[in-house]
């Protein structure tokens, strides 16, 4: 069975047949046509057009609440999420230079995905539990 790059060069006769096909009939068979695809991708338009609750955008907003919460202050940072849900975090505590030490005698801050009641900082489904030798 050959591969589907082997059939690309047939895309533009595909096309200009569909054209002339389409060019031979009335402009009240593209309207019908346009409305029906429309309407059959709603669905899906929307559905890609909501935000994703744990998209960088919302993980840049936990992480700069996070750094006015502990400026100046010793800690470490950990993670409990599900696999790679913690993408995009190292990357933003290294962007805001957040300067966790490291070190396991420090207090812990936690990064929990998802949230709990524990939870002092939240953003959507993600939070932030803060020990109390920081606050």
Do not use: H
Request: some cysteine; charged content about 25%.
């Amino acid at each position: 069975r050959p591969s589907e790059y082997y059939f690309m060069f047939l895309y533009p006769f595909i096309y200009i047949t569909l054209i002339e096909i389409l060019s031979l009939y009335k402009k009240k068979l593209l309207i019908f046509i346009f409305i029906t695809l429309f309407l059959v991708n709603l669905r899906p338009l929307f559905f890609n057009l909501q935000d994703d609750k744990y998209s960088l955008k919302f993980k840049d907003e936990l992480i700069r609440k996070l750094a006015n919460r502990t400026k100046g202050k010793k800690f470490n940072i950990s993670f409990t999420t599900s696999v790679g849900s913690d993408a995009g975090f190292r990357y933003l505590i290294n962007y805001y230079k957040i300067p966790y030490t490291g070190d396991w005698n420090d207090p812990l801050v936690q990064i929990k995905i998802p949230a709990d009641n524990k939870c002092k900082i939240k953003v959507n489904d993600m939070g932030v539990i803060i020990p109390s030798e920081l606050l």
